[in-house]
């Protein structure tokens, strides 16, 4: 899968060069010619957290709230969790037309913003290994990309951290957590997702990428998997958060 993920990815920057030559760049979200397909001014529009947020799941608070959320009562399988903005507005396009329209020419852009955001949300650390959320098989067939592993490939090539993404999988097959009561979410994923290759993930610091992150449930099955397998800690790090 590993070697069919980084063929396809060759092709796609084959094909893209080609594009660029026949059909040159505009920006997926607004429509606007120009040399990238997020244009500057919709990726000044992206809603980018600030602190306040709460120290653990990474929410948007204000002052008056507090540094944690609710989220103290949940049994989180990872330290921490940081995301990049709000998912609304024209991250919400930029992520659609990454995930559901195969547009991967946006996934270097919103790589870009997480690589640049990084050493705010987290400062200091320094991961062992980054890990995307896994796919199934078939929907990785069905869409030719995992979007948190073309992420977390170029977070880690950028900040020049040790990726591997063949180390784990998802093994079962789940309803789309989109639409699912959150009582029933972390019911569905469990056992979804398998280390293959123990050895690799034992005692490691992992960071975990993320494409949205919503009630945290997805994120903290894999990293509960991660952990069982024998990781240090698991840090999530997700580039919208759905407020
Ligand atoms: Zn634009
Ligand atoms: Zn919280």
């Given at each position: ?176 957590q989109?639409?699912?009561?959150e009582?029933?979410r ?27 992150f919503t009630t945290g449930a997805t994120?903290n ?23």
């Open positions: 899968m590993l070697l069919l993920s980084r063929v396809s990815c060759f092709f796609e920057q084959f094909w893209e060069g080609l594009l660029d030559i026949v059909y040159p760049p505009f920006c997926l979200v607004c429509g606007k010619p120009g040399d990238q397909y997020l244009c500057t001014e919709c990726a000044n529009r992206i809603e980018i957290i600030e602190y306040p947020y709460c120290s653990r799941c990474g929410i948007p608070r204000t002052d008056s709230q507090g540094s944690h959320c609710e989220c103290s009562g949940r049994n989180y399988h990872f330290v921490q969790a940081r995301c990049v903005g709000i998912y609304d507005g024209v991250l919400r396009d930029a992520i659609h037309a990454f995930k559901y329209d195969l547009q991967t020419a946006m996934t270097e852009p919103l790589a870009q913003l997480m690589v640049r955001e990084f050493p705010r949300l987290y400062p200091g650390l320094k991961p062992d290994l980054v890990v995307p959320v896994p796919i199934h098989r078939d929907r990785f067939l069905e869409r030719g990309f995992n979007q948190s592993g073309e992420l977390a490939l170029r977070i880690a090539a950028a900040l020049r951290f040790p990726f591997d993404e063949r180390l784990m999988k998802k093994e079962k097959k789940t309803l789309d989109v639409g699912l009561p009582s029933q972390s019911l569905n994923l469990q056992g979804a997702f398998v280390v293959t290759h123990t050895r690799d993930v034992w005692g490691k610091k992992v960071l975990l990428i993320d494409d949205v994120a099955e894999v990293a509960k998997a991660l952990r069982w397998a024998g990781a240090a800690s698991v840090y999530v790090y997700a580039l919208a958060r759905s407020v």
